[in-house]
């Protein structure tokens, strides 16, 4: 299968490029993203194929439905990193929470966030296209939090690959900069910037797109990809679990093959609701796909009203700091498969003009033939966390952003599954004020050993360890001087 560009080709880069292309190059013509000429439309008996699949087995198969170019025994040893999470049959269990309510759980991988069931294997992909082809990969990711600690630990040590991540200074929670701070890998840097996340991820798009940033580490004999979610590497990864979410459904005989349900998933950039929505046009029986955001509610307006528009957003920081975007990538790949590169160039020449792009009426109801949308509030989200662990389930902030969905935007009475995207011990402060009610200022560690303690909540070896860590990447620089330190830290390794 080959891949095609979201604003059309410049002339200068190939029409159409490999799987394997797309992902050690993923920037595209007029700052466009890499996305499947076809997707794969898979046949009747595929879900009763897989009711007794593992995880690694499910996976393999859809793979493969995109004849991606890359050996099986490549792909099968990126999948087997599966293993390293608390189950390697089920890494993503779907619990019910209520009888129509069910918990996609997406955080038992080694960095305990949904990035993982993605990056481990893609890393593990990517590294080894690099030993092939025997050249050196440079990996740039931007974080808000999660995507941060999964890439490094992906790629900590990888032959032939250095990585450099990008988070906001104050962005994200204790235990996620820790993740990242503390990590030893010869081949990692880490570096906090004085912005946020919108700020970090502008500056990976600007130096994937900088022939003269390229030039400079063509010199040291390096070459330039990504890890956040603008590589289709990522994506790929992410159609998979909603498959999952399906099959588990109809292990557990709450519904019948072919019956539709909700997918509910908080979202920031876009990517985990994207893997969904080709999910859906691949042929799972999604009745419609219900995005939840926090007070940085750009997607619900856009998804209301089909305008986009940052003119004057600030952005805000809140309990759920993974969300806590206003460019976010992946609708871009939306707007390609609905409208076509002439009109997705048309719009986001707009939006980086103009900071703004308003979609036609007819365009506005074909977005949400397929997605409806919602933001709650922190208070919402704490009185949840409370609410739902009152009837035995902990949540983090993300999670409970779907609640909100859940509640109010349901036309149907049918089954729902809402993604909880991070373990409870990333944001442990916020989770103890849900529960004891209160705004006290808590130190993470103290959070942690006091919502384990008092509530019986497992903590993890590797967030406890975090705290008596050595933090060997102290670096928090203006954003102007990016550029400059990653280039400082290829010449120097």
């Not at 709650?376 to 999670?399: A, V």
């Amino acid at each position: 299968m080959n891949f095609i560009e979201t604003r059309g080709n410049d002339g200068n880069l190939p029409k159409e490029v490999s799987f394997s292309q797309a992902i050690l190059n993923p920037s595209a013509s007029f700052g466009g993203l890499y996305i499947p000429k076809d997707l794969p439309a898979l046949e009747d008996n595929f879900l009763q194929k897989h009711i007794n699949s593992a995880y690694k087995e499910l996976a393999f198969d859809i793979l493969k439905k995109f004849e991606i170019d890359i050996e099986d025994e490549a792909i099968l040893n990126a999948l087997n990193l599966y293993d390293n999470f608390d189950d390697k049959n089920n890494p993503c269990p779907v619990v019910k929470v209520k009888d129509d309510l069910f918990v996609h759980e997406q955080y038992h991988g080694p960095t305990r966030a949904f990035k993982d069931m993605a990056l481990q294997p893609f890393g593990s992909i990517l590294s080894h296209l690099a030993q092939k082809k025997d050249e050196n990969y440079l990996i740039l990711a931007a974080t808000s939090g999660d995507t941060g600690p999964a890439a490094l630990n992906t790629f900590k040590n990888k032959k032939n690959i250095k990585i450099v991540c990008l988070y906001p200074d104050g962005g994200t929670s204790d235990v996620q900069r820790l993740q990242m701070v503390c990590e030893d890998g010869d081949n990692q840097k880490i570096i906090g910037i004085k912005g946020n996340f919108d700020d970090a991820q502008n500056a990976l798009k600007n130096l994937l797109a900088s022939s003269s940033f390229k030039a400079e580490l063509e010199k040291e004999n390096t070459k330039l990809s990504a890890a956040n979610s603008v590589n289709f590497g990522r994506i790929i990864f992410q159609i998979i679990y909603h498959f999952w979410s399906y099959l588990e459904l109809l292990r557990q005989n709450e519904i019948k093959d072919g019956e539709k349900i909700y997918l509910v998933v908080p979202s920031g950039n876009f990517g985990n609701v994207l893997g969904a929505y080709y999910g859906q046009k691949m042929g799972l029986p999604i009745e419609k796909l219900l995005v939840a955001s926090n007070e940085n509610n750009i997607l619900t307006e856009w998804i209301k009203t089909g305008i986009y528009d940052i003119r004057e957003k600030e952005l805000k920081l809140t309990k759920s700091p993974a969300m806590d975007i206003l460019k976010s990538s992946n609708i871009e790949r939306v707007i390609f498969d609905l409208f076509g590169s002439t009109r997705t160039k048309e719009l986001f020449d707009d939006l980086n003009k103009n900071s703004i792009f308003k979609m036609s009426p007819e365009e506005t109801a074909k977005l949400q033939e397929f997605f409806s949308a919602t933001f709650s509030d922190d208070d919402f989200g704490q009185k949840t966390i409370k609410e739902y662990l009152d009837s035995g389930y902990l949540m983090d902030p993300h999670t409970a952003t779907c609640i909100k969905a859940y509640n109010e935007l349901k036309e149907k009475p049918l089954k729902t599954v809402i993604y909880s995207t991070a373990e409870w011990t990333k944001f442990s402060p916020t989770v103890l004020n849900s529960l004891n009610q209160n705004s006290t200022k808590y130190a993470d560690k103290d959070a942690l050993e006091e919502i384990s303690t008092k509530f019986d909540a497992n903590l993890p070896k590797s967030i406890k360890e975090l705290f008596s860590s050595k933090i060997n990447h102290p670096l928090v620089i203006n954003k102007e001087n990016i550029e400059e330190e990653i280039i400082k830290f290829i010449r120097k390794s």
